[in-house]
T-cell receptor
Framework: KQEVTQIPAALSVPEGENLVLNCSFTDSAIYNLQWFRQDPGKGLTSLLLIQSSQREQTSGRLNASLDKSSGRSTLYIAASQPGDSATYLCAVWNNDYKLSFGAGTTVTVRA | DAGVIQSPRHEVTEMGQEVTLRCKPISGHDYLFWYRQTMMRGLELLIYFNNNVPIDDSGMPEDRFSAKMPNASFSTLKIQPSEPRDSAVYFC?????????FGPGTRLTVL
């Protein structure tokens, strides 16, 4: 069974610092990997999707890398802003078309 | 498109009552997923459909839970009878291709 771990569980940084969020998974036979953002009391918003054949994906200040062989992905958020405060979830698409989620990293960006 | 629509947004009920959660996926999406989110267990996939047909219901916790998708634009998740341990946020998501789009969720409280 796929296990997805996110470290750290929580992170607090001053505005302007770069954020590094880590995700690891136990079964490297994945279809792709997706990063989501969840605001308190809200649903999930997809941020980036990396196909298993790709090594990274970028969108604005966000960059996600994928090392399938070692079972790791990292989400980088450059020049953090208070509006980036949220919980970030890593999800792995397994070959059975089911998503396995990590527990998330809760980010607080202090103004 | 309005995105994935879920109703009700909040539901408070008493133990033993029947609860029905509703979902309208994004038009044209051929996959629909039901998830449950709790503090203890995180996000768990309960069941998913492809072209209105249930594909995998291995995540449904027990026989008290059932899900249907009578047509491409509507799905229900029913709990009968409900128990306090069913209290959680239930999300519906739909996809056509790789990215899943989540609804705002239904927060269920069973007293």
């Amino acid at each position: 069974k796929q296990e997805v771990t996110q470290i750290p569980a929580a992170l607090s940084v001053p505005e302007g610092e770069n954020l590094v969020l880590n995700c690891s998974f136990t079964d490297s036979a994945i279809y792709n990997l997706q990063w989501f953002r969840q605001d308190p009391g809200k649903g999930l918003t997809s941020l980036l999707l990396i196909q298993s054949s790709q090594r990274e994906q970028t969108s604005g200040r966000l960059n996600a890398s994928l090392d399938k062989s070692s079972g790791r992905s990292t989400l980088y958020i450059a020049a953090s802003q208070p509006g980036d405060s949220a919980t970030y979830l890593c999800a792995v698409w397994n070959n059975d078309y089911k998503l396995s989620f990590g527990a998330g990293t809760t980010v607080t960006v202090r103004a | 498109d309005a995105g994935v629509i879920q109703s009700p947004r909040h539901e408070v009920t008493e133990m033993g009552q029947e609860v029905t959660l509703r979902c309208k996926p994004i038009s044209g999406h051929d996959y629909l997923f039901w998830y449950r989110q709790t503090m203890m267990r995180g996000l768990e996939l309960l069941i998913y459909f492809n072209n209105n047909v249930p594909i995998d219901d291995s995540g449904m916790p027990e026989d008290r839970f059932s899900a249907k998708m009578p047509n491409a634009s509507f799905s229900t998740l029913k709990i009968q009878p409900s128990e306090p341990r069913d209290s959680a946020v239930y999300f519906c998501a739909s996809s056509q291709g790789d990215t899943q789009y989540f609804g705002p969720g239904t927060r269920l409280t069973v007293l």
